[in-house]
């Protein structure tokens, strides 16, 4: 009862109440159960993730003033769900309680498990009263499901709220997908950009609170929310949760290890409470495992990464950026990682393993070499894999290792905020060209600016491994696989300033399972 009339006494100025039912078009479940919600308390939506043959991770955050700390305070809150395996509710498979408490900003996890392989669920949450928007989410097949059906997901990553609108998850939402993958820079903690078109609450975030109104203010926003509701995602972060370009425990403008931990602990912990993932991704300080295997079936084993954890200092270069064109011997060092390792040996053994009829890596920044120094001088960002060049050989040996893998391996990647298709071969950059062992597609960025269109094209010309460049456009990848092949769809905004924004097919290939290689289509 208190709660209840601490809810009658907040302002109704709520930024989207009634969003969800804007941002649903082409959505009719959500479009249908929009009125029925109560959004005073689910004013950041719901999500779902981390599906699993019998069940899946459902989230929410009561927070009936988002903006602001989340206007809970520090008593705890009874949140009551249920699952349903049709839209309407009629059939309610399973349900339960949990508690949301102030040390996770009111947010739960509940991981349900028992339901069935393969199929879509509905599901929602009640609170003091008040109704969540229902979700739609999906089990996954079983590894001994025969069935022939097709895996489609999107990719999606590089987000800054203030650069554009998320019309790219307006069309998103619309689509018949399986999932979602976001490959981070989920926040910004900074601005950058031109021409804004909304903005940041608040400066640069280093405490938990300051992380907290950053996520909430982010999803807030109508599209995202629905994107989430219609889904289950698998989540990664990249830099901008913590601080731009960090590497392990420093960053270009942070160079004590101690100042940079704390930031940190406060970001990893503020992303645990805004994403739909188990308690197994729970931070412990500034630590947190969110790497893993996702099967889907025999159709599809998805390896998700963690790109900035555990990663070696950047070489070649000094001072407060990781951005000048560098080169030099360091960055060929045999002990420089990316992933850290025991991430390596983790991904190692999976690649080993008899794989599914494709593997996909899904990690965060452009694989492929890629000089970018125009004219005849060579000129590499250190930031990228380019700074970590014998970790990238050691990744492609794995790959090419799995004689059973039969040429089916793909990587998925983000971070550059530009669309990029590429061959990936084995062996050292430099010398013979040896066999492409796999397929690489950039999945742009929802509204973060890329890079000039003369820096794609010198990239391009200096890179014979890049088929394909473009960066005036932001967006998101589709994929689709099955028994025979992949297809990819590169899905382009009209214009990210302007919040109903068009969304077309700006450009689409295919890949043969079996022989790895960019082959480009007619959009």
């Not at 990893?268 to 079936?297: C, K, L, N």
Request: proline share 6%; net charge neutral; hydrophobic share 40%.
């Amino acid at each position: 009862m208190k709660l209840q009339q601490q809810l009658l006494q907040l302002s109704r100025r709520r930024l989207l109440c009634g969003g969800l039912a804007a941002a649903s078009l082409g959505h009719p479940f959500l479009r249908l159960h929009a009125q029925d919600a109560s959004r005073d308390l689910f004013t950041l939506g719901v999500a779902s993730g981390a599906p699993r043959p019998d069940g899946f991770v459902l989230w929410t955050r009561l927070a009936p003033d988002p903006l602001k700390g989340g206007g809970m305070g520090s008593a705890p809150a009874e949140v009551r769900w249920e699952v349903a395996d049709d839209e309407g509710f009629r059939r309610v498979v399973a349900k339960g309680s949990a508690t949301a408490v102030e040390a996770f900003a009111h947010s739960v996890h509940v991981e349900v498990r028992g339901l069935l392989p393969g199929r879509p669920y509905w599901y929602r949450f009640a609170a003091a009263g008040a109704n969540s928007p229902i979700g739609r989410t999906r089990t996954t097949p079983t590894e001994t499901d025969e069935a022939t059906r097709p895996v489609r997901f999107a990719v999606a990553s590089c987000q800054q709220y203030e650069e554009g609108y998320y019309a790219a998850y307006r069309d998103m939402a619309a689509q018949p997908l399986d999932f979602v993958v976001h490959l981070g820079d989920y926040i910004y903690e900074s601005s950058r950009g031109s021409r804004h078109v909304r903005h940041h609450e608040g400066g640069v975030p280093t405490q938990l609170s300051a992380f907290r109104d950053r996520y909430a203010l982010y999803k807030t926003d109508p599209h995202l929310q629905a994107a989430h509701a219609a889904f289950p995602w698998l989540v990664t972060w990249d830099d901008h949760e913590v601080a731009n370009d960090y590497t392990n425990d420093v960053s270009p403008r942070i160079a004590d290890p101690a100042q940079l931990l704390a930031i940190r602990a406060a970001a990893y912990q503020a992303w645990y409470e805004h994403m739909p993932v188990p308690a197994s991704m729970r931070p412990r300080g500034a630590d947190a495992t969110i790497y893993g295997t996702h099967r889907f079936g025999r159709m599809l084993d998805l390896l998700l990464t963690d790109g900035r954890q555990y990663r070696s200092h950047h070489a070649c270069v000094t001072g407060r950026s990781a951005s000048p064109l560098a080169d030099c011997a360091d960055r060929w060092a045999p002990g420089r990682s990316l992933f850290g390792a025991a991430q390596e040996a983790w991904l190692a053994r999976e690649l080993a393993a008899p794989p599914a009829r494709w593997t996909v890596i899904a990690q965060p920044t452009l694989l492929a070499e890629a000089d970018r120094k125009r004219g005849t001088d060579h000129g590499y960002w250190m930031d990228g894999w380019d700074g970590y060049a014998a970790a990238r050989a050691r990744l492609l040996d794995g790959v090419a290792g799995n004689k059973a893998n039969g040429g089916s391996a793909l990587v998925v990647s983000g971070d550059v905020h530009a669309f990029w298709a590429a061959d990936l071969r084995q062996g050292a950059e430099q010398g013979v060209e040896r066999p492409v062992v796999a397929t690489e597609f950039v999945c742009g960025a929802i509204t973060s600016e890329g890079p000039s269109a003369a820096s794609v094209a010198n990239m391009l010309g200096k890179n014979p491994r890049l088929r394909y460049g473009r960066a005036d456009k932001r967006g998101y990848a589709l994929m689709t696989l099955d028994a025979r092949g992949c297809a990819v769809e590169f899905r382009a905004v009209d214009d990210v300033k302007q919040a109903d924004s068009g969304v077309q097919a700006m450009a689409r290939f295919s890949v043969e399972r079996g022989a790895p290689g960019v082959h480009p289509e007619t959009a």
